[in-house]
C-alpha cells in the first residue's frame, strides 16, 4: 500500500507517517480538516501565493525585497527582516564583542598591575 500527497505530486510515501509528515513540513500553509489551501497575500500587491516561499520569491522579484530569516530559540517563532537590517545588527553585534574582548584584557592588565602591588607591599 502507499499514501500519496493530496497537494502535490510527489511519489508516494511507503509509510503513513512520511506522507504526514511531509504534508507537516512542505505544505505548512494548508488547512488538513478542510484540505483548503490556505493563501499568501503580498501587502504591496496583493498577489495571492499557495506558498510563504512563493511569496517570498515574488516580492524579492517584483518589489526587491530581500529577506533573511532568523531562527530564535523557539522553532515556532521566525523573525523576518531585510538583508541591511540583518546586516546592521550583525554589525553592532560584531562592535560589542571586540569591545567587550578589549575591556576584558584591560580588566585582566588591571588585576594583574594589582597583583604586583600586593606582591611588593607584602615583600616590603
Not at 511519489?11 to 484540505?35: T, Y
Not at 517584483?62 to 515556532?76: A, C, E, G, L, R
Not at 546592521?88 to 584584557?105: F, G, R
Request: charged share 30%; net charge positive; aromatic share 6%.
Amino acid at each position: 500500500m502507499s499514501y500519496q500527497c493530496d497537494y502535490c505530486t510527489l511519489k508516494p510515501f511507503a509509510i503513513k507517517g512520511w506522507l504526514d509528515r511531509h504534508v507537516r513540513e512542505k505544505h505548512p500553509n494548508l488547512d488538513p480538516l478542510q484540505k483548503q489551501v490556505l493563501v499568501f497575500t503580498c501587502e504591496s500587491c496583493q498577489a495571492q501565493y499557495k506558498t510563504e516561499t512563493a511569496l517570498d520569491r515574488h516580492k524579492q522579484k517584483k518589489h526587491n525585497v530581500d529577506k533573511v530569516s532568523i531562527v530564535t530559540k523557539k522553532p515556532q517563532e521566525m523573525y523576518m527582516m531585510t538583508r541591511s537590517k540583518f546586516q546592521d545588527l550583525n554589525c553592532a553585534i560584531n562592535k560589542l564583542v571586540e569591545s567587550t574582548e578589549a575591556n576584558l584584557q584591560e580588566l585582566k592588565k588591571i588585576k594583574e598591575e594589582i597583583e604586583n602591588m600586593k606582591l611588593v607591599s607584602v615583600s616590603s
